[in-house]
């Protein structure tokens, strides 16, 4: 059974910070691609950040580079994003997603599964 635990989403107020912290389990894969996609109302998804179990390669979309950064411990399916400078366009559903392909890129998440999502808001 596939299963997501995500946590860390809220209420922020812009330039503020986040860190949302997923582990999913229920997976076999040795290479995959682990990380966050998001979807605000009314508009498509979005991949924002992941990072490849193959060579740590990470991914981020142009709007959060130096201002989000993605990690995973040695522990496998497992990431975090940390949020900073936060702006009230960041506000949206912040989905953990598990990739199986090992690459990571701007839609690695179509590739696999995810979690429910955690709110995540930023106000001006």
């Known amino acids: 059974e596939v299963l997501f635990v995500e946590s860390g989403g809220g209420l922020v107020q812009a330039g503020g910070s986040l860190r949302l912290s997923c582990a999913a389990s229920?997976?076999?894969?040795?290479?995959?691609?682990i990380g966050w996609f998001r979807q605000a109302p009314g508009k498509e998804r979005e991949g924002v950040s992941c990072?490849?179990?193959?060579?740590?390669?990470?991914y981020y979309v142009d709007s959060v580079k130096g201002r989000f950064t993605i990690s995973s411990d040695n522990a496998k399916y497992t990431v975090s994003l940390q949020m900073n400078s936060l702006k009230p366009e960041d506000t949206a559903v912040y989905y953990c997603?598990?990739?199986?392909?090992?690459?990571?890129?701007?839609?690695?998440?179509?590739?696999?599964?995810w979690g429910q999502g955690t709110q995540v808001t930023v106000s001006s």
């Open positions: 229920g997976f076999t894969f040795d290479h995959y691609s």
């Open positions: 990072i490849s179990s193959i060579d740590g390669r990470t």
């Open positions: 997603a598990v990739g199986l392909l090992g690459e990571c890129s701007e839609t690695f998440y179509r590739t696999g599964y």
